[in-house]
Every structure is written in structure tokens, then in C-alpha cells.
């Protein structure tokens, strides 16, 4: 099956501050990456809907929903030091998290082994009653929900952003039907400081300046017994390539050979483990050419013999 990839241009017109690290340049890096390398040609590429208000209720209150669609954006509101509610925010915001349906309705159907969504702004800090650290809905959460309306009982989330994911932790924590691993850097934003007794969450914290050894070895002994346990249906990734040595907002040390790993094992457990349905979402990396790079090596593994 061919590889997807999702996005739509409503992504590309959400700006915040200026010299604000979450760009779209940030798209345009990643496109113009994957076209020089050849791979831009051999993906399935679609675009996103809008998510409907319906679907973005199954993991935030109705509340934050109608705040994100209805507070005014002009002059631009402040949600939090980092994160900002500008004129086409919305547009954005409704895109991104449709790609995500989108996704896993395309990887459900047979139309696709990997479903790629190419959108921002990212979600994986939105929690379910609030916006934050760049987020405004929880795209990959969006997307968990929505197959779980179809019908699946076991959908795992891999997170290897070096920022923890503390908006799908807050929404699925009690979650049984879903498993949530991450490795993460510590101390950094958002300052999560563990999982409890969660069942349902798989945390790695890593400490600073951690390199693709230690990053290998807690996805190996941590992530991969629990996901043997639970034997998911369908992998999501929420993909932030933030954790790159070059990274201007992380502090560990990974790079393109453990990203291309990456992809590699997520490919290999979604053929083994759950039909080959993969749904990646991307979320951080700031540094323009590490992350196309580290997209492009994430992606290869895919591929096949396509290139």
C-alpha cells in the first residue's frame, strides 16, 4: 500500500510572533526536502478536512471547543506566553485535527500502510479544557478518538517529541482502549513530573544531552514489552523531531540514524502487530533542515522499494 500524505494550505496561514520557532516555514522546509529527495512523488497526497465540533468533543469540552472557534482574533489573543490566537488560527486548527481523521479513516480502508499529516499548528500539549505550548486541539487525539468510534479496542500512541505530551496524557490517562508510550527530555516544558499509576501511560524521561543509545534502549526495554502486552490494532506517532542534536528548543542529542530506526521499528511492529495502519502526526522540531531530514529519514523505512 502506498504511503499517504496529508496536509492543506489553511496550514500554512497560521503565524504567530515574529521569529516565533513554529512557523510555516516549517512545511515548506519538509516539502521542499521530500520533492529534492525523490519521495514527494512516490506519496498518495490528500487534504485534510475540517474536523467538526463533534470530533473534536470526543477529547475536549465543549467549552474549549466553541472558545477556539468563537474567541475573537482580532487584535491576536494570548493563550499562554507561547501561544497565540491570530486571524486564521481556526482554519488551521480545523485542519490539522481533520487530517487526522482523515488518516485513520484512509489507513482503515486499505487506502494506505502509513498516513503522514503534514499540518500545524501541533496538538499533543492541548489538554482537554486548554490550549497551550503552541497546541489549540489535540490532533493525535482527535484522530485515537475517531478510530475508537469506528470500532477499535486497542490503539497505541508512540510520542518521541522531546517536549512530553501532557495534553493526551491529561486526556487518555483513564483510557483503557488506549496506550500512550513516550520518551521525552527532563527536566524541560511542560515539567511533567510522571505518570502515577496509570496504566495506560508508558513514560521515559530522558535526561539532557541524551544521544540515540539511551533513546534506543528506552523505547526498547520500555516501549516495546508494553506494546507486546497490549497488542494495538493501530499505531499513531505523534511526530516532533525536536529531539535532534540541532534542535533550538530541545536538549537531547538524536540524529537522522535514530530517526530512520525509528521508522523502521514502527513499520515492522504495525506489519507484526496490527495490519501495517500507521497514523503519524507531526508535532515539534524548529531547526528547518533537521527536521525535513530527520521527516525524510523517518519516512524512508516506508517506502519500500519505491525509492
Not at 485535527?97 to 499533543?124: E, I, N, T
Request: aromatic residues 8%; glycine residues 8%.
Amino acid at each position: 500500500m502506498p504511503v499517504a500524505w496529508i496536509t492543506h494550505p489553511d496550514c500554512l496561514l497560521h503565524q504567530m510572533e515574529p521569529e516565533h520557532p513554529e512557523s510555516p516555514l516549517r512545511l515548506h522546509a519538509i516539502q521542499d526536502r521530500l520533492m529534492a529527495c525523490g519521495i514527494d512523488g512516490f506519496l498518495l497526497h490528500a487534504e485534510a478536512p475540517e474536523a467538526t465540533p463533534e470530533q473534536l468533543q470526543r477529547v475536549h469540552s465543549a467549552e474549549h471547543v466553541r472558545f477556539i472557534l468563537n474567541a475573537p482574533a482580532d487584535p491576536p489573543q494570548h493563550l499562554d506566553p507561547d501561544t497565540q490566537l491570530m486571524r486564521h488560527t481556526r482554519r488551521a486548527a480545523l485542519r490539522a485535527a481533520g487530517a487526522g481523521v482523515l488518516a485513520v479513516d484512509m489507513v482503515l480502508g486499505g487506502k494506505a500502510s502509513l498516513a503522514f499529516c503534514a499540518v500545524r499548528p501541533p496538538g499533543h500539549h492541548a489538554e482537554r479544557a486548554r490550549a497551550m505550548g503552541f497546541c489549540f486541539f489535540n490532533n493525535i487525539a482527535v484522530a485515537a478518538a475517531h478510530a475508537l468510534s469506528r470500532g477499535l479496542q486497542r490503539v497505541a500512541i508512540l510520542d518521541f517529541d522531546v517536549h512530553y505530551g501532557n495534553g493526551t496524557a491529561d486526556i487518555f490517562q483513564d483510557e483503557p482502549r488506549v496506550l500512550l508510550c513516550s520518551t521525552y527530555g527532563h527536566p524541560l516544558y511542560p515539567y511533567w513530573a510522571g505518570s502515577g499509576d496509570s496504566a495506560s501511560l508508558v513514560d521515559v524521561p530522558l535526561p539532557p544531552y541524551s544521544a540515540g543509545t539511551a533513546f534506543r534502549a528506552a523505547v526498547s526495554q520500555h516501549w516495546l514489552p508494553a506494546l507486546e502486552r497490549f497488542r494495538p490494532q493501530l499505531l499513531l506517532v505523534s511526530a516532533g523531531f525536536d529531539a535532534h542534536g540541532a534542535d533550538p528548543l530541545g536538549n537531547m542529542r538524536l540524529g537522522l540514524d535514530d530517526y530512520r530506526w525509528l521508522g523502521r521499528l514502527v513499520q515492522e511492529l504495525a506489519e507484526h502487530s496490527c495490519e501495517d495502519r500507521v497514523v503519524a502526526m507531526l508535532e515539534g522540531g524548529y531547526d528547518l533542515t533537521a527536521l525535513a531530514r530527520s521527516v525524510e529519514a523517518f519516512l524512508e523505512p516506508f517506502m519500500g522499494g519505491a525509492l
